[in-house]
């Protein structure tokens, strides 16, 4: 029996959020002082799949990260328009771009 727990909605966008955090965010420290500088910890999501765009499109930024940026960007921007019965799916999308990102960015992605 699987008794992991699913992360809520709520929870998501919080995940999403705590990687473009100005002072915490791996996004933002990735990109340096001369990219974007990220969100505030109470951004809403139109703020956070913005966000995710601007660093997706961030010339310092390395390209496999860039280009699962800017999925997480897409995923993103429809949750913020998608109707109750979609936003999660949107949101694990973006979720999952996101971590997917971040593996690029450790050298971890597959070829």
């Known amino acids: ?3 992991e727990k699913r992360l809520t909605a709520p929870e998501l966008v919080d995940e999403i959020r705590s990687s473009l955090i100005v002072a915490t ?22 703020e956070i799949a913005r966000s995710l ?27 913020t328009s998608a109707d109750s019965a979609t ?8 979720y999952a771009y996101v971590l997917q990102a971040h593996r690029a960015a450790s050298g971890d992605a597959p070829n």
């Open 1 to 3: 029996m699987n008794t």
């Open 25 to 46: 965010g791996w996004i933002p420290a990735l990109s340096g002082p001369d990219g974007p500088s990220g969100v505030p910890e109470d951004a809403p999501l139109s």
């Open 53 to 79: 765009g601007e660093f997706a499109n961030t010339p310092t930024t390395p390209p496999a990260v860039a280009q699962q940026l800017r999925r997480a960007a897409e995923s993103a921007a429809a949750a």
């Open 87 to 94: 936003v999660y799916g949107h949101l694990g999308a973006a």
